[in-house]
Nanobody, 119 residues
């Protein structure tokens, strides 16, 4: 399966910002709807936002107005700009082709990138 590598996480204070990146060398990136997911300690992994191959974004309510998802198909890279972070955003963040995740056809999760927001 295709490999994805997340980066850009870190430790920030509440109200701060981070920009995550998701890179892949696999084929078909440009035609996939891609998603950012996160998993907080003791919780299930959840979808945060996704973006269609054409660049149309969708967000869960908890991050609307604070997070911005984008992609560069030429670079096979996806981004997540996170602003006004809160401790509730603390989690490991992953990227994956969301259309495959929804269908139960994806299991090759990358290492993720840790985001820690202090109060």
């Amino acid at each position: 399966q295709v490999q994805f590598e997340e980066s850009g996480g870190g430790l920030v204070q509440a109200g701060g910002s981070l920009r995550l990146s998701c890179a892949t060398f696999g084929p078909f990136f440009s035609i996939r709807t891609m998603g950012w997911y996160r998993q907080a300690p003791g919780k299930q992994r959840e979808l945060v936002a996704n973006i269609t191959s054409g660049g149309d974004p969708n967000y869960v309510d908890s991050v609307k107005g604070r997070f911005t998802i984008s992609r560069d198909n030429a670079k096979k890279t996806m981004y997540l700009e996170m602003n006004n972070l809160s401790p509730e955003d603390t989690a490991v963040y992953y990227c994956a082709p969301s259309e495959l995740v929804v269908r139960g056809l994806f299991s090759n999760w990358g290492p993720g990138t840790q985001v820690t927001v202090s109060s």
